[in-house]
Nanobody, 115 residues
């Protein structure tokens, strides 16, 4: 059974940085593309960034140049380094594979960016 546990969120001022971590149990990192998603209140969940098993990355346009996704397959962990945070980045951040599987959604981690 796969479990994904997000951590690292918090309250920061605009312009600040956070690093999110997603720790996985079970076998998931060997062949799967991993991704970060976020959902702000009243909005649909959106793809933020992804990284393939070979390290190729992809980013949503609004975070390009600010967010950086990486993975450590030996630790079964994926990271999201978030820099130059903006209030519009405020959301609950989740990790999953890409495409996402419903059964893999965890609790997410809250990121709040103040003006």
């Amino acid at each position: 059974q796969v479990q994904l546990v997000e951590s690292g969120g918090g309250l920061v001022q605009a312009g600040g940085s956070l690093r999110l971590s997603c720790a996985a149990s079970g076998r998931i990192f060997s062949i799967n593309t991993m991704a970060w998603y976020r959902q702000a209140p009243g909005n649909q969940r959106e793809l933020v960034a992804s990284i393939t098993s070979r390290g190729r990355t992809d980013y949503e346009d609004s975070v390009k140049g600010r967010f950086f996704v990486s993975r450590d397959n030996a630790k079964n962990t994926v990271y999201l380094q978030m820099n130059s945070l903006k209030p519009e980045d405020t959301a609950v951040y989740y990790c999953n594979i890409r495409p996402a599987l419903t059964i893999y959604w965890g609790q997410g981690t809250q990121v709040t960016v103040s003006s």
